[in-house]
């Protein structure tokens, strides 16, 4: 309780990360617009938008990371038309990029989301597409974000053929990342692939 208090006092919580926290899946939802692009939640300009990608991508908070699993869960609930069973594929950070963080943000979204489908119809399917290491998108312009990609993900035949998918990804910015991926499971065999994100 004490070092609660003293970590509190010498470390405060960011005021939008103590909204996040106090917040429901359907509240914030309805504080945030919603995103104009069907496979993405919430729009990525709002203030408390931005607050959770952070606390999902880079600070390992676990409660944003529940957050976006349930936002993300009721989203694929409302608007997945494709079949099931359906396999749920993360996209992958580099091995680089996982040693540097400690963890894939991605794949920690992707087990929330798990953690709310009890009907059992998705199927977390983790390791099945591999991605070489590439400076990160949002360090390029976006005419360079387009075909910097080509060829980064490569997708095991074995796991995904005559299956149907869905990519889980964070954010949607230029789309360059989820198109490449989805050419990558196509190529594999997958039957059908479709992609939700978190926000754009």
């Given at each position: 309780m ?160 005559n ?12 789309g ?25």
């Amino acid at each position: 309780m004490i070092k609660k208090i003293v970590s509190s006092i010498l470390f405060p919580k960011n005021p939008l990360i103590q909204t996040l926290e106090a917040l429901t899946p359907q509240k914030l939802r309805s504080s945030i617009p919603p995103s104009p692009h069907q496979n993405a939640v919430l729009t990525y300009q709002h203030p408390l938008t931005k607050a959770l990608i952070r606390g999902i991508k880079f600070t390992h908070h676990s409660p944003s990371i529940a957050l976006g699993g349930a936002l993300l869960h009721l989203h694929i609930c409302t608007h997945y038309k494709g079949e099931y069973p359906v396999l749920l594929i993360p996209v992958p950070q580099s091995l680089k990029r996982r040693l540097q963080r400690g963890y894939d943000h991605t794949l920690l979204l992707a087990k929330a989301i798990i953690a709310h489908d009890h009907s059992r119809h998705l199927r977390l399917l983790c390791h099945a597409v591999h991605r070489t290491h590439r400076p990160p998108q949002s360090t390029k312009k976006r005419a360079d974000r387009l075909t910097s990609l080509t060829h980064s993900f490569m997708a095991h035949s074995a796991v995904v053929k005559n299956t149907h998918i869905i990519i889980i990804d964070d954010v949607c910015t230029t789309g360059a990342t989820i198109a490449e991926m989805k050419r990558a499971l196509r190529e594999a065999g997958a039957l059908s692939v479709t992609a939700f994100t978190l926000a754009h």
